[in-house]
């Protein structure tokens, strides 16, 4: 009888599960204090035949790369964009370069100054912490995150798929 021995690795790092706190605090301190902020930042463009657009596309790929978001959030986020973008189509990009009140781009439903992922805050928050976890069912929890320096609460509700926690929404 011929016993063949196998070598068993066991690494505690295979059995340790993200939780979405982790996640919320990666993604926040990615976007806050390395960078992701300009990654994600919607940028008015020339299109190729010289009116004016959104850089969406650019911006879906930055959202899937990150790593950090359901297909579902970048579907919903890239879509709340095609109102200003069809009345962007209308604008000659030469003409917006002449814009200079932000109000003018406001009436075209196009005020995106605000970073999304921040709140509508004109703070630009440094600080933040998970207050709250509340887990919805095995495959759903809220985070409430908040930012001290600016008095503001959000809302992270996080989605477990392919074997990690992804952010799904953030109000």
Sequence with gaps: MLKILLPIFISLNIFTIQQPKDT???FY????????????NIIYVEKENGMTGLNLIEIENELTKSGFFTQELISTYIASFANCNEKLSHLKYSDY????????LEELA???????????????????????????DSTTEHVTIFFPDALLRLNVELKYQNKKWLINSIK
Aim: charged share 30%; aromatic share 14%.
């Design 24 to 26: 919320v605090h990666e």
């Design 29 to 40: 301190d990615w976007y806050i204090n390395k960078g992701g902020q300009n990654n994600l």
């Design 97 to 104: 370069l002449k814009i200079e009140d932000i109000f003018d």
């Design 110 to 136: 196009c005020g995106v100054q605000y970073p999304y992922w921040i709140g509508n805050s004109m703070e630009d928050p440094k600080v933040f912490e998970a207050e709250k976890i509340v887990k919805l």
